[in-house]
């Protein structure tokens, strides 16, 4: 019975970020730099440069704005003044 780590079998073939060739995992052990065009994975691995292509990751969303104070209630409206009277019809 042949053993392997979980790992190196889920993460299956894998591509340069640079050269776009297919890089497979050998025993589990993770490559530093592409056996092909010498590319370093290192800024890639720890997410300091986005590696090509992938989707980015979704933006935090930003902290929710505070409340302001309430608003007094509105006073009433003032009634109008009467008008003046009609005259007396004949």
Do not use: Q, W
């Amino acid at each position: 019975m042949c053993f392997r780590p979980a790992s190196a079998a889920a993460s299956g073939p894998a591509e340069c970020p640079e050269c776009h060739k297919t890089i497979e995992a050998v025993d589990g052990i993770e490559l530093k730099n592409c056996p092909f065009c010498g590319c370093d994975f290192t800024p890639y691995l720890n997410g300091t440069k986005p590696v090509p292509g992938a989707p980015a990751a979704p933006a935090a969303p930003g902290a929710p704005a505070a409340p302001g104070a309430p608003k007094p209630p509105s006073a009433p409206a003032a009634p109008k003044a009467p008008g003046a009277p009609k005259p007396p019809s004949a």
